[in-house]
């Protein structure tokens, strides 16, 4: 099929699933868009259906299942020719997910995300469902993430400095997903990094399964600190935003380089997910209370600024009353600015889903919802207690009443609130100075003033 042929074909792609997805899709849509595919946002009526999906926990993949079963029916209409499945859900049940999901023509695992436009030519023409599961090259290689077709705002992008993990928390399904962890090479990300200032990007957000552990398989030590001091140099870069910072591997070093560095945003995200040390040791974490205690108290007082994310889970498996209540003081105590809380799930092939004392699902659902009202209040308190300060903002997109949808470096994309502009006089992609009037639940209302 020649390239030329190939403009005749439209592809609709649907991007499910956490940052590092996104890059997948990304470098997916770009390999899409050079072989010559016509792409669209909308999968009605397109020729080939493209589902990149998560297969992280249960509610993550009921939704892959849900959006193929309706790209599955459009082709059932004779409004889709072929539905092929990409991404992590393939990774995680293979061929299973033929029997989930009747009707997909192919599924495609993470190792070949690379050859998508040779496995789209090779489903069109196919009479008969495809799997393309075995790894094109070296097993558990790093990818190449140059040359990606950016999904959001072009003034903004993901950089991943990693693969996999092997931290082998009881209860998560990345390691047999994604394999062990493996740093990419410090010349790759910085190759990748420049590529994307040079396009216009203004913010680079790092994740990876474990960020802190970058350069810890090729024997570099302090290697997050020393790789974020080398793209501290990017001429052009504005923000340089860390994500996923496991507790136990965020350093004195780290914290330093941060301290110094003028484009490092003052904003952790630190996964923590329980505060009591039988949990956490049940859950494989290497961190305790006291520990982790310790470490908010550091980083508040290294940084006065800084604004700290956590995520947590509720319900694992013995957790007790008290255990959780626990949980609840330690977070009145901590005042994260932000926090994902999550209700445990069961994943099959974990350790933790094969522990007795599970706990019932309504009351993981009753902790989950108590927990997040008692951090509303802190989230709405902090809120408050900005009113009539002045943030730098960085402007993301218009919106339909005028006003523009912005970020303090407080706030990370698509996952934290956003503040709001009145009265924005500048495009997107560029900083502005504003003064917060307001508050709208967990957004802040600013006013720009420069």
Not at 36 to 63: K, M, Q, Y
């Amino acid at each position: 099929m020649s390239k030329k042929a190939n403009r005749n074909l439209t592809v609709g792609f649907v991007a499910l699933g956490c940052p590092k997805n996104v890059v997948d899709s990304e470098k997916m849509l770009a390999e899409i868009v050079k072989a010559g595919f016509f792409l669209s946002s909308e999968i009605d009526d397109s020729d080939v259906v493209i589902i990149n999906t998560c297969g992280f926990i249960a509610p993550a993949r009921d939704e892959a299942i849900e959006v193929i079963q309706n790209a599955v029916a459009l082709k059932n209409k004779g409004r889709v020719r072929k539905v092929i499945v990409t991404g992590c859900l393939p990774e995680w049940i293979g061929e299973k997910l033929f029997e989930q999901a009747d009707g997909i023509d192919a599924i495609v695992g993470l190792g070949r995300r690379n050859d998508i436009a040779k496995i789209i030519k090779k489903t069109i023409t196919s009479q008969k469902s495809l799997t393309f599961l075995e790894k094109a090259s070296a097993p558990f290689s790093v990818n190449d993430d140059r040359a990606r077709l950016l999904i959001g705002p072009p003034h903004r992008a993901y950089l991943r400095i990693s693969e996999g993990c092997s931290r082998n928390c009881s209860f998560c399904t990345i390691p047999s997903i994604r394999g062990p962890f493996r740093s990419k090479p410090k010349e790759l990300v910085l190759a990748e990094a420049k590529e994307l200032i040079k396009s216009g990007v203004v913010e680079l957000n790092v994740i990876g399964q474990d960020t802190t552990n970058w350069g810890a398989d090729l024997k570099i030590k302090d290697g997050l600190a020393l790789l974020a001091e080398e793209l501290d140099k990017i001429e052009s870069l504005e923000w340089l935003r860390l994500l996923y910072l496991y507790p136990a591997g965020i350093t004195d070093k780290l914290i330093e380089t941060i301290a110094r560095s003028k484009k490092i945003t003052h904003y952790l995200d630190i996964p923590i997910q329980h505060i009591n040390d039988d949990i956490l040791r049940k859950m494989h974490r290497p961190d305790t209370e006291k520990r982790i205690c310790r470490l908010t108290d550091k980083l508040r007082k290294a940084l006065p600024d800084v604004v700290l994310r956590t995520t947590l889970i509720v319900g694992f498996p013995t957790e007790t009353e008290q255990q959780f209540d626990q949980l609840v003081e330690f977070i009145k105590w901590a005042q994260f600015d932000a926090l994902g809380c999550f209700k445990y799930y069961a994943e099959q092939g974990t350790e933790s889903a094969r522990m007795s004392g599970q706990v019932p699902e309504n009351i993981k659902q009753k902790r989950l919802e108590e927990l997040m009202l008692v951090q509303q209040q802190i989230a709405f308190a902090k809120n408050k207690q900005r009113i009539g300060s002045e943030l730098r903002c960085l402007v993301d997109a218009p919106n339909n009443d005028g006003t523009y949808e912005g970020r303090f470096y407080g706030q990370a994309p698509d996952i934290d609130s956003i503040c709001i502009i009145k009265n924005c006089s500048t495009e997107p992609g560029q900083f502005i100075k504003t003064i917060v009037e307001d508050t709208k639940d967990y957004d802040l209302i600013v006013r720009q003033i420069q």
